[in-house]
C-alpha cells in the first residue's frame, strides 16, 4: 500500500474510533469501522496481526481446549486488559485504546466466527433430588451449554430439534441487540416459525455487546422445564478484577411437572425448589420430603485474598431473588448488558431475566455477632422477594443455594450467617446507580401509556389460558386483546403490509427515524397492582427515565430523569405504581415487549413494537432477501409437521393453537 493510501486509512479509522459515526454493514452482520477497503478493516496488514489472548475467565471449551479471544483482523491492535486495567480492552500505539468509554452501539471491534450446537430432546432430569421426567433439554444437559464469544465475534448456532421432541420450539438469545438482524432474536410468531422436530435452524448474530446472559426457548413455557443456558460475551469492566468465576451463576425456581400441564390444569407442583447451575436440595424448601439420591450444592471456590468477577443470572419462571454472599461485600459493574458507574452493596436484586456482573473480595467482614467461621465456607443465599410475583417456598433454609469455599478440599456445610440488615420484601426499582457509558435521553413530548391488566372472568378471549390484557386508557381508551401469535403466519413475513395488523397480534407501530425516542409509560391497573412486573423488551437497552412503587402516574406532575438514567433490557415495574422507559428507534422490525414472569407471558401480557416498518421492509425486501427465503423454508417445515394434529398439544384440531400466547 502506498504511503498516502496508508495515511488516509489510518486517518479514516482514528475519526472514526473518536467520532463514532454510522457504520457500514455486510449483510446486516458484520459491522466495521470507515476505512477505504473493507478486506483491511482497520489498518495495513503488513502490520503485525492483533492478538489472541485469553479472557478474564473464559474456561475451557467443550472439546477440551481453553477459550480465547481472537482480533487477528485488527492490525496493529494489541491486548491491554490486565489486574490492575480491566476497563481496557484493546490498544492501538497511535489510535489510542478500545473499551470501557467506547459507544458500543456505534462501534464494535472485528472478532472471529463462533460456531456452537445445540441438540434439543426431551428427558428426565434430577435437579435437587426429585426427578422430573418432563424435562426439556438442551443436549441434554441442564443448564445447557456454556456458550462463550468474544465482544465482536459472530456468533452461529445451529439448533436440531430431536424428531422425536413432543413440540416445536425457538430459541432466544436474550438481551442480544440484533441491529437489523430480528430475524435471529427467536420468537415463533414474530420472528420466525418454530423449528419443527426433525428440522435445523442456523442463528446467525453479531457481539455488539459484552457482559453477561443466557438463551432459552421462547416456545410456550419450554424454558421453565429446562430449555435454558448461559451466554458470556467477553469484554472490559468498569472496575478492576484478578480472575472470574469458572461458570456463570444461573438462579431458578424449580418445579418437579411441566409447567404448561401446571398453568393449563390450574394446579401447582406439591415441590417447587430452588437452584444454582442446575442444583438444589429439595428438602430444604420442602421439610419432610426425602431427596432421592445424595444432594450436592453448587460450590464456588475462590482463592482468599483476590478480587473475583461473578456473573448472576435470574433464569426463573416465577420468581424474583434477593442474592447475597455471607460476609462478603458485592462490587457491581454491569446491568443487564450495560456497565455502570461500580456501588458496593451487601446484596443485589434480581428480577427474571436480569443479570449482573459483580466482583467479589475474598476478604471476608466481621462483627461482633457475625464471626467469620474458621473453615472458611460460606452460604451463597438467593431469598424469595415477597413484594414479587411467585411462590414462597416453604423450608426456613430454603435461600442456602450454593456454597463459597476458600478451601476445594472441605466438604464441610457452612456455619455462617446472613447478612443481619437485608430487606427480603421490597421489589426496589431501578435507583442508584449510573451507566458508565452516559445516555443524554431526546425529549418526546408523547408518552405513550399502558397498562398492564388482569382480564375479568366474564371477558371472553381466544384462547384458554389467556388471562392478561395491556390497555391504552389515554388520549383514545383502547383495550388490546391478550396476545396471541400465529406460528404459521409471523410478522417478520408481513413487513411489507401497510394496512392494519390483526388484533391478537397486538401491533404498536413506531415510525420514528432512528434518532427519535420513544417514552413508553406502564402502569400496573388496579386489577393487577399489588406485585411487581419485569418487564423485557428486545432489540434495545432502554433508560429508565421514571418509576415509583404505590403511586399512580400522573403525566402532569411525573419528573423524567434525562440526564444519564439507568439503562438496561429488563425493569420492574413496581407493585401499585409505574415505570416510564425510553428508546431510540434505531433498530427496524418487529420487537417483542414482555413480562418476563413465564405464565404471564404464556396468558398473554405482551404486545409487538414495529419499528420503522417502511425501512424494515426495505432490509428484507420480497423476492429478495434470503433472510425471508430462509423463514419461508422453516414455516413449510413447521407447516408440514403441525398438520397431523396428534402433534399439538390436546391432539386435536381445534381453533385454539397454540393454546396460550405461544410466546
Known amino acids: 500500500m502506498k504511503l498516502v493510501e496508508r495515511f488516509w486509512a489510518a486517518l479514516t479509522c482514528v475519526l472514526n474510533f473518536l467520532t463514532f459515526p454510522p457504520v457500514g454493514y455486510d449483510a446486516g452482520i458484520r459491522q466495521y469501522p470507515l476505512v477505504k477497503d473493507l478486506k483491511e478493516p482497520y489498518l495495513d496488514p503488513l502490520e503485525a496481526p492483533g492478538p489472541i489472548f485469553k479472557p478474564p475467565g473464559g474456561a475451557v471449551k467443550g472439546d477440551g481446549s481453553e477459550f480465547v479471544c481472537n482480533y487477528t483482523l485488527m492490525y496493529g491492535w494489541e491486548e491491554c486488559s490486565t489486574p490492575d486495567n480491566r476497563g481496557c480492552w484493546l ?47 438442551f443436549n441434554n444437559s441442564y443448564p445447557g451449554p456454556w456458550i462463550q464469544a468474544c465482544w465482536g465475534d459472530q456468533v452461529k448456532v445451529t439448533v436440531t430439534v430431536d424428531p422425536t421432541f413432543p413440540n416445536g420450539t425457538a430459541v432466544h438469545w436474550h438481551g442480544i441487540r440484533q441491529y437489523q438482524t430480528m430475524h435471529m432474536d427467536g420468537v415463533p410468531g414474530i420472528s420466525q416459525c418454530p423449528i419443527a422436530p426433525g428440522s435445523t435452524f442456523l442463528y446467525n448474530w453479531t457481539a455488539t455487546q459484552y457482559g453477561s446472559s443466557w438463551y432459552h426457548s421462547h416456545y410456550s413455557l419450554q424454558y421453565a422445564d429446562g430449555m435454558l443456558g448461559p451466554l458470556t460475551l467477553h469484554g472490559p469492566s468498569t472496575a478492576n478484577y484478578d480472575e472470574a468465576g469458572k461458570l456463570p451463576l444461573l438462579i431458578t425456581d424449580w418445579d418437579h411437572a411441566s409447567a404448561f400441564n401446571v398453568i393449563y390444569n390450574h394446579s401447582l407442583s406439591d415441590h417447587p425448589s430452588i437452584l444454582l447451575n442446575g442444583q438444589g436440595d429439595v428438602s430444604r424448601c420442602n421439610p419432610g420430603v426425602k431427596p432421592d439420591r445424595r444432594i450436592t450444592l453448587t460450590t464456588v471456590t475462590l482463592d482468599q485474598g483476590k478480587r473475583y468477577l461473578l456473573r448472576v443470572i435470574n433464569t426463573a419462571y416465577d420468581s ?33 431475566g436480569q443479570r449482573y456482573n459483580i466482583i467479589v473480595e475474598t476478604n471476608p467482614l466481621t462483627n461482633e455477632t457475625n464471626l467469620i467461621p474458621p473453615d472458611h465456607n460460606f452460604w451463597i443465599r438467593a431469598f424469595f422477594v415477597s413484594d414479587c410475583f411467585g411462590r414462597a417456598p416453604r423450608g426456613r433454609k430454603y435461600n442456602e443455594v450454593g456454597i463459597l469455599r476458600y478451601n476445594a478440599k472441605s466438604t464441610a456445610a457452612p456455619t455462617s450467617h446472613e447478612w443481619a440488615d437485608l430487606d427480603k420484601k421490597t421489589c426496589e426499582g431501578e435507583t442508584g446507580w449510573k451507566p458508565w457509558y452516559p445516555w443524554i435521553v431526546g425529549a418526546n413530548e408523547k408518552l405513550q401509556q399502558h397498562d398492564v391488566q388482569f382480564l375479568p372472568s366474564s371477558v371472553t378471549t381466544d384462547y384458554p389460558l389467556a388471562a392478561f390484557a395491556i390497555t391504552t386508557p389515554t388520549p383514545t381508551p383502547v383495550t388490546f386483546a391478550p396476545l ?45 397492582p399489588t406485585k411487581a412486573h419485569p418487564i423485557h423488551l428486545h432489540g434495545h437497552d432502554f433508560a429508565v427515565i ?118
Open 546 to 663: 421514571a418509576q415509583e412503587r404505590n403511586k399512580k402516574y400522573d403525566a402532569e406532575t411525573v419528573i423524567l430523569n434525562l440526564q444519564n438514567p439507568p439503562r438496561r433490557d429488563v425493569v420492574l415495574l413496581p407493585s401499585s405504581g409505574y415505570v416510564v422507559i425510553a428508546f431510540k428507534t434505531d433498530n427496524p422490525g418487529a420487537w417483542l415487549m414482555h413480562c418476563h414472569i413465564a405464565r404471564h407471558a404464556s396468558a398473554g401480557l405482551a404486545l409487538q413494537i414495529l419499528e420503522d416498518r417502511e425501512q424494515a421492509a426495505q432490509i428484507w425486501q420480497k423476492n429478495g432477501s434470503q433472510a425471508l427465503d430462509n423463514a419461508a423454508a422453516l414455516c413449510a417445515d413447521w407447516d408440514t409437521w403441525v398438520e397431523d394434529c396428534t402433534h399439538r398439544w390436546n391432539h386435536t384440531c381445534d381453533e385454539w393453537f397454540p393454546d396460550d400466547s405461544g410466546i
Open 320 to 352: 424474583t431473588f434477593l442474592f447475597t454472599i455471607d460476609h462478603h461485600l458485592l462490587t457491581v459493574v454491569s446491568a443487564d448488558f450495560v456497565p455502570i458507574v461500580p456501588y458496593t452493596t451487601n446484596s443485589i436484586l434480581v428480577g427474571i
Open 484 to 528: 396471541h401469535v400465529d406460528y404459521g403466519n409471523i410478522t417478520f413475513r408481513n413487513l411489507d403490509n401497510a394496512g392494519t395488523w390483526p388484533d391478537p397480534w397486538v401491533i404498536v407501530a413506531e415510525e420514528g427515524t432512528a434518532d427519535e425516542w420513544v417514552y413508553l409509560v406502564l402502569t400496573a391497573s388496579a386489577v393487577s
Open 91 to 137: 490498544k492501538h500505539p497511535t489510535l489510542g485504546e478500545i473499551g470501557i468509554n467506547t459507544d458500543y452501539e456505534s462501534f464494535v471491534p472485528t472478532g472471529i466466527v463462533r460456531q456452537y450446537s445445540l441438540t434439543i430432546g426431551a428427558g428426565a432430569y434430577n435437579a435437587d433430588g426429585q426427578n422430573f421426567t418432563a424435562a426439556k433439554l
